[in-house]
């Protein structure tokens, strides 16, 4: 069993959309703490494959790019073989992959719909399902991210909201039944970076003023506590921890 001075070295992590963003930092801050890491990538080749370059010149045999599109239940599967195929084993995985745009009512889709629930709800049960034996061979980890709006809607994100409040209870069921070989947490980000389409000045300045430590988060945040999770808190099961300054107890 894990313990608080165990390190992640020799651990090899699945990181579901590992390329760019959250995900690369999670990346990073992982690789830096020793562990080998799997980046899972849909279509941000480019961006995984020269990721993966920059660590394994850091550290030879340390990494690897995945390429999946997880809302195909087959690809989960070729993908958890080719991992353990290459890699020998997998020691935690992170989902942190998910679509995230609004759908408001009147114009929703079952293309939407589909595309996420699956990335946001399906792919992270079924992908869990799919590492279970390796992860009960190393007893491992599993996180999810989360989001602090599956505690309360946005707006005009009826359906991406719901899928983040399933993952919060696959969360804590996966947690319930993986125990106590497989420790199962999520991590759920408030403003940590702003959408990649446009958002005006002024609606960034009104998410800052409800946050009580008046500023947004960074990736670091996000990755920092995910490194804490896998390595440091070997009694934490079941919880959802918020990286938000503060934002979801009061706005």
Known sequence: MTTETDS????WVLVTGGGKRIGATIVRTLHEAGANVAIHYRSSAAEANELCSELSSRRENSCITLQADLNNLGAI????????EVCGRIDALVNN???FYPTPLGSITATE???LIGSNLKAPLFLSQAVLPHLRAS???IINLVDIH????????VVYGPAKVGLAMLTRSLARD?????RVNGVSPGAILWPDEDMSEKAKASIVRQ????????????????LFLLRDAPYITGQIIAVDGGRSIGW
Not at 151 to 157: I, K, T, Y
Not at 211 to 225: H, N, Q, W, Y
């Open 8 to 11: 992640l070295n020799n651990h």
């Open 77 to 84: 599967d070729s993908m958890v073989a080719s991992m353990v």
């Open 178 to 182: 993986l125990g106590p070989d497989i």
């Open 211 to 226: 946050v009580p430590l008046k500023r947004s988060g960074e990736p670091a945040d996000i990755a920092r506590t995910i």
């Open 150 to 157: 599956a505690e309360r809607p946005l707006r005009d994100h």
């Open 113 to 115: 719909w589909d595309d």
């Open 97 to 99: 992959a998910s679509s």
């Open 139 to 141: 007893h491992g980890t």
